[in-house]
């Protein structure tokens, strides 16, 4: 961690205090000294890495999710910004002081700092109910190792922080090889499985539940049997396991619309397993994305209030892969639109599937939806077909995400046809990338998939030959990780070392 992180995370930390916890405000700074002392001060205080996720998720992980891959592109780039283009295209190469690099690392180990901060203080802290206690643990575990999943799959080797240290305790740690940090996330999520309920009550909707866990679990699982780890079949096997428990679980269902999945009046829905929670209003707690996704120079054709950022154009690949009448691409995309005043055609892609109308600037009311059921569905179907058993099943699951396309607004039964038995195994697993990339685009699965799968180089050298003129020789599988930011090494250099290639 950097000297700046540590101190300025050490030393300062607020909580959210509003009767709901979606509203999630942090409205004061609290003295360690005397606060701490009771089971209201630990619930406010598990809120407060709740709290942290929103600076995580408000803008530079679609860099690292969506840019990276071959789904989005930024259609406007302030001056000559290499932070940004080194990102999208590989032949430029990627800095480690990229600023957009550095954010990641320090959001995150923020947001870790806050979650040990809870774990360390709640023992003492006598609690009127054993169980919340255990609940409350969990859920800062949970938001510890959704955490920790982010940083290993970005860095690979990252520093493991388990408790608050001193600064001068942080100058001892080194980079914890990725395997470990991986079992490090497992541990966590089995505690928040054993710990965490499955639902709450109205006012602390968004809290994290068991079938959270589950997900984030099957999810890892999926991970590990990839690369880098390639633990190969019993952990395809641990994820079919997961998720078939996500799956049976009565709360849980795909949403009859694909639509609903994205409407601001339905967040938190049948569909959800964990959310990002926002509130627009003016209280620093709103959403940027129908801001930011928007092209930059239009008017008011596509964002009422607030400025546009043209950070996340979806590529000509991304709008190629929906098939003839898809509806979920007219949801999840424009292909252009028709300026105002004008009325002439602008050929610029844009993201749809974050609208609202912002409250000023940049705040909207859309969550981040970090886990869903479809998303399950289809790593079910993919670690069935992957052990070579069970290929009806997977089928089915599989089919159930192109239904529940055409039955969705403006779709028909003529339409996304189901799919047919497979040959072979391959083409079955080239079917489900295919459903992922449609069914998730724009929520930051796309580049993990394809670095887990090893499809990132045929599927890279590709898009970046046909977008930029890259020379597919030029490709190293150095740039399947970023960089170690500069900062990061520069306040530690006897213990953190850059990855190879940077």
């Not at 079938?211 to 990839?226: D, E, I, P």
Request: some cysteine; glycine content about 6%.
């Amino acid at each position: 961690m950097t000297r700046f992180t540590i101190l300025a995370v050490l030393l300062t930390i607020s909580f959210a205090c509003n009767k709901e916890f979606i509203d999630l405000q942090p409205i004061s700074e609290m003295n360690a000294g005397i606060f701490y002392k009771t089971q209201q001060d630990m619930n406010q205080a598990v809120m407060s890495p709740y709290t942290s996720l929103r600076a995580m998720y408000n803008q530079v992980f679609i860099y690292m999710g969506e840019v990276r891959s071959d789904n989005t592109t930024f259609s406007w780039v302030p001056g000559n910004s290499k932070d940004m283009t080194s990102i999208d295209n590989f032949g430029d190469v990627m800095l480690s002081d990229n600023g957009f690099v550095l954010s990641v690392w320090n959001n995150s180990y923020n947001t870790i700092l806050r979650t040990n901060i809870v774990l360390d203080k709640i023992d003492a802290v006598s609690f009127t109910d054993p169980k919340l206690k255990e609940q409350y643990k969990a859920e800062a575990r949970f938001i510890r190792a959704l955490t920790y999943f982010w940083l290993v799959r970005v860095y690979g080797d990252i520093p493991k922080v388990d408790k608050q240290l001193s600064v001068s305790e942080s100058y001892t740690l080194g980079r914890t090889p990725a395997p470990e940090i991986y079992d490090f996330i497992v541990d966590d999520l089995k505690f928040a499985e054993a710990n965490l309920p499955a639902s709450y009550a109205a006012v602390d909707k968004g809290r994290v539940t068991v079938g959270g866990a589950k997900g984030l679990l099957a999810k890892v699982y999926m991970t590990m049997a990839g690369y880098p780890l390639k633990k190969g079949a019993s952990y395809y096997a641990l994820a079919e396991a997961k998720a078939l428990e996500v799956i049976n679980n009565p709360q849980y269902s795909l949403a009859a619309d694909y639509k609903t999945v994205f409407d601001v009046t339905k967040k938190n829905g049948q569909e959800s397993l964990f959310e990002v929670q926002y509130k627009k209003g003016g209280t620093n707690t709103g959403s940027p994305w129908n801001n930011d996704f928007a092209p930059r120079f239009s008017n008011k054709e596509i964002v009422l209030v607030g400025d546009k950022g043209g950070f996340n154009a979806p590529t000509p690949s991304m709008s190629g892969a929906y098939e003839v009448g898809d509806p979920r691409k007219t949801i999840s995309m424009g292909d252009g639109y028709i300026s105002a005043p004008g009325g002439s055609a602008v050929n610029e892609k844009y993201v749809k599937k974050y609208y609202d109308v912002s409250f000023a600037g940049s705040d909207n009311d859309n969550n981040w939806i970090e886990l869903r059921l479809a998303d399950i569905y289809l790593l079910y179907a993919e670690s069935l077909v992957r052990q070579g058993k069970q290929q009806a099943t997977a089928l089915t699951y599989l089919n159930k995400i192109r239904q529940r396309a055409r039955n969705s607004t403006g779709g028909s039964a003529s339409i996304l046809p189901d799919y047919a038995p497979f040959g072979s195994d391959a083409d079955f697993l080239l079917a489900i990338e295919k459903e992922r990339r449609v069914e998730l685009a724009f929520e930051n699965h796309r580049w993990f998939d394809l670095v887990r799968t090893e499809r990132a180089k045929a599927v890279m050298t590709k898009e970046q030959q046909e977008q930029t003129g890259f020379n597919p020789t030029a490709w190293s599988d150095n740039m399947l990780l970023f960089p170690i930011p500069l900062q990061v090494i520069q306040s530690n250099p006897g213990k953190i070392k850059q990855n190879s290639g940077y």
